[in-house]
């Protein structure tokens, strides 16, 4: 369920240059290009080839789609990182809606700031907004850094992903 209009979200930063903001139509080919950046990073690569044809589909299917959504965080000059989720009932009760993370990517020269964080919050307040009742993120491979900022925000480890060529 889309905020009204692409608002900002209510996560203001005065000393940051980055604002978290939904995305549109217009950014859409440099979530690609991020996407791309997080598919390489991700370990599919060696598995999937990438598809950029499908990623801009998908990423419009979000953009409109009341369950989910892409949040962006935007520099001074171009975005620098996003984050996208989907809610939907929970496998083993239908009565309980989760939110579940799709891809999360901060530009390598910008996570020692902010943004990361931020977006972070800003999809939590999104999900809850529209009455999930947890929401979970997944990490790349193992990475102690990002399990770090999870623990620090009070997500604990629930199933590892594997993935296998068939």
Do not use: C
């Amino acid at each position: 369920m889309q905020t009204p209009e692409n608002q900002v979200l209510n996560f203001p930063n005065k000393s940051a240059k980055t604002r978290i903001r939904e995305a549109t139509e217009n950014d859409i080919p440099r979530i690609i290009e991020m996407g791309r950046s997080f598919f390489d990073a991700s370990g599919y690569s060696g598995i999937i080839e990438f598809n950029a044809e499908t990623a801009k589909t998908a990423i419009e299917t979000i953009i409109i789609d009341n369950h989910a959504i892409i949040l962006v965080a935007e520099g001074q000059e171009r975005l620098i990182g996003m984050l996208a989720a989907i809610l939907h009932p929970f496998y083993f009760n239908i009565n309980h809606l989760t939110g579940q993370e799709l891809v999360w990517w901060i530009e390598p020269e910008y996570r020692t700031g902010t943004a990361g964080i931020r977006l972070i919050k800003a999809i939590e307040q999104w999900a809850k907004s529209n009455g999930a009742k947890t929401f979970s993120m997944i990490s790349l491979a193992v990475n102690r850094r990002v399990e770090q900022i999870y623990e620090r925000r009070g997500y604990s480890p629930s199933e590892n992903l594997f993935i296998k060529s068939l």
